[in-house]
């Protein structure tokens, strides 16, 4: 911890874009566990709840080709405080939502909360190795890679205590807040988040240009093209958080169960990347490591459709994004290392774009199936396809392996 934690010591606008991203993420656990439990209360239906997660990563996945080229054209702190006034605006909607008619002001508000986080998510990414020095680069990963996990225990743990003690309204209320902290903090940033541009006298290059010339960066280079595709193996499982809430109401924990059940979920992507944050400076281990990470994420789920006890259910779901958290902070460096400044933005984009793609199919087909199907058969089914995917991968890139180090360099050079 020592390791990583020097960084956030040392360097204030490293705190302080982390403490951002810290916000940030907690008030999207604050919207998602609420809603999530409120939605099927109103209509009594699971569908709404899987239609709000599709909707989150849909729109998301969506808008990162156009959000990855901004983030690499414009000022990126502007981009994020505006995403984050953005979701502001949007979590003040959700007041709204309180009968079975007004449901679809849920999708309304979440949709442009999910707007926001795309412009937020590759302007964030592309920036941190603008606000570190290259020798702490490593240890800011494993810093940031914790963000998510950590918010996602405290903004999961607290959005389902507050919901079951002062109502949904009052986790909403905590999320405006959240994101007008946001903004403050990313406005004290003093290091520019961007390297110096050359000249755009002759005009900025077209959109569809610029996309792609992200785009043919990734193709031609096999290990980056490998690392934009890694993380869709957990989305393609992600599909599991839709029964969260229904999991809870069959152990008969309620909707701090279902908070339990988010907040383990992030517990464990918080403590893999720092547990085996060794794998992340080792070129040699990067590729089967990422392929170990995809399927432990499968076994994981796969061992929770069968857990006869609540206990067990979260010490498995927590072994699932222990790896899932490797995994995403491992591709991430890599990725960081490897694309130059100038097109990290719409690299990154484009990661994210496969991953929440992923993420949107796997929820719509969990959508299709949640009020004729066992919640068991839907953990089981998107662990299998998780596993299925890690396999596939692993096999497709095993050749990449004995490239290591020098296949990186030349992704750096190129």
């Not at 911890?1 to 302080?16: E, I, K, P, T, Y």
Request: proline share 5%.
């Amino acid at each position: 911890m020592a390791w990583s934690g020097r960084v956030l010591l040392h360097n204030r606008d490293f705190r302080r874009l982390f403490a951002a991203e810290l916000v940030v993420f907690g008030s999207d656990w604050f919207v998602m566990v609420p809603l999530l439990v409120l939605l099927p209360e109103l209509t009594g239906s699971g569908v709404w709840g899987a239609l709000v997660l599709a909707v989150d990563t849909g729109l998301n996945a969506l808008m990162l080709p156009y959000s990855g080229i901004l983030a690499d054209r414009l000022d990126r702190r502007k981009i994020l405080i505006s995403a984050n006034l953005l979701a502001l605006a949007a979590a003040l909607l959700l007041f709204v939502v309180r009968s079975a008619a007004t449901v679809p002001l849920a999708l309304v508000a979440v949709g442009v909360m999910a707007l926001a986080k795309a412009f937020y998510s590759p302007a964030a990414s592309a920036a941190l190795p603008n606000v570190v020095d290259p020798a702490d680069l490593a240890a800011a990963n494993a810093v940031a890679g914790s963000a998510w996990g950590t918010m996602t225990v405290v903004g999961a743990s607290l959005g389902g205590v507050v919901s079951s003690v002062l109502g949904p309204y009052a986790s909403f209320g905590v999320t405006v807040a959240c994101l007008a902290l946001a903004a403050v903090l990313t406005a004290s940033i003093r290091r520019p988040m961007q390297a110096p541009r050359e000249s755009a006298s002759a005009g900025p290059p077209r959109a569809w240009h610029a996309l792609v010339e992200g785009l043919r960066y990734v193709v031609a280079r096999p290990r980056v093209r490998a690392l934009v595709t890694v993380k869709s193996a957990a989305g393609l499982g992600n599909g599991v958080l839709t029964v969260f809430p229904l999991l809870a109401g069959r152990y008969g924990v309620g909707a701090l169960g279902a908070g339990l059940l988010f907040a383990v979920r992030g517990a464990g992507a918080l403590t893999g990347p720092l547990v085996l944050r060794p794998l992340v400076s080792r070129a040699a281990w990067l590729l089967p490591g990422l392929a170990v990470s995809m399927g432990l994420y499968g076994l994981g789920y796969l061992g929770a459709a069968v857990a006869p006890w609540f206990p067990l259910l979260l010490a498995l779901v927590f072994v699932a994004h222990f790896a899932g958290g490797t995994n995403w902070v491992m591709s991430n460096f890599a990725l960081q290392q490897a694309v130059p400044d100038q097109l990290r933005g719409r690299v990154f984009a484009t990661d994210m774009m496969l991953a929440t793609m992923a993420i949107s199919v796997s929820q719509l087909a969990v959508a299709l199936v949640v009020d004729r199907v066992d919640e068991r058969l839907v953990l089981a089914g998107c662990g299998l396809v998780t596993l299925t995917y890690a396999v596939v991968w692993r096999i497709a890139t095993r050749g990449l392996a004995s490239s290591g180090s020098a296949g990186d360099r030349s992704a750096i050079t190129s």
